[in-house]
């Protein structure tokens, strides 16, 4: 029997997420050139109102929590209070 081996992905190297470039760092070079925001890609209408969906979804348990919690403690002090 022969065993496949895996082959290793190749590291994306180039790819940046943040700007590394911050003053107080021992590699901080004011003379460098920011790189542009992004590569041009734009996303679409539908896919922005999809975004924007998809983060609602992702806030709104945490939302009707909170609203949830202060109707309670401003049940509570109704009742307390009277």
């Known amino acids: 029997m022969s065993r496949k081996r895996n082959k290793k ?3 994306d190297v180039e790819t ?3 700007d590394m470039n911050v003053d107080g760092f021992r590699w ?4 460098r050139k920011k790189r542009a925001e992004s590569k041009g890609e734009k996303i679409g209408f539908r896919e922005y109102l999809r975004l924007v969906r998809a ?8 939302i009707l929590t909170t609203v949830l919690v202060f109707a ?3 049940a509570l002090a109704y009742v307390w209070l009277s």
Request: charged residues 15%; aromatic residues 20%; glycine residues 0%.
């Open 9 to 11: 992905e190749e590291l």
């Open 16 to 18: 940046t997420f943040v």
């Open 28 to 31: 901080y070079d004011p003379n």
């Open 55 to 62: 983060a609602f979804a992702a806030y709104l348990p945490m």
């Open 72 to 74: 309670l403690l401003v």
